[in-house]
Nanobody
Framework: QVQLVESGGGLVQAGDSLTLSCAAS????????MAWFRQSPGKEREFVAG??????????ADAVKDRFTISRDNTKNMVYLQLQMNSLKPEDTAVYYC???????????????????WGQGTQVTVSS
């Protein structure tokens, strides 16, 4: 069974940087598309960034483009997914989730329903 475990959230000030990590295990996870989503109170879960299985293609939400960078390190049985977040803004405050899509696809889906596995989430709070 696929397991995703996030870490790295916290409280920072506007303009600071933070790196989120997600350890994925359980089967050939190094062959699956992965992504980061976030959700703030009263809002739907929204796509932040995604990456194909080999890191060859990435996609970002307009709100984070040029500030966030997604990357992955594939090992034989695990994937270490990261989200480097720079120039953080108060509106980036949310619970961030790591997601994995096991069904093969050549694109990076931006809808939460397209991902089958989720981590528990990690809180990021940006103060002004």
């Amino acid at each position: 069974q696929v397991q995703l475990v996030e870490s790295g959230g916290g409280l920072v000030q506007a303009g600071d940087s933070l790196t989120l990590s997600c350890a994925a295990s359980g089967g050939p996870v190094n062959t699956y598309t992965m992504a980061w989503f976030r959700q703030s109170p009263g809002k739907e879960r929204e796509f932040v960034a995604g990456i194909t299985w080999n890191g060859g293609f990435t996609n970002y939400a307009d709100a984070v483009k040029d500030r966030f960078t997604i990357s992955r390190d594939n090992t034989k049985n695990m994937v270490y997914l990261q989200l480097q977040m720079n120039s953080l803004k108060p509106e980036d405050t949310a619970v961030y989730y790591c997601a994995l899509r096991r069904k093969l696809i050549t694109t990076i889906p931006i809808t939460a329903n397209d991902y089958e596995f989720w981590g528990q989430g990690t809180q990021v709070t940006v103060s002004s």
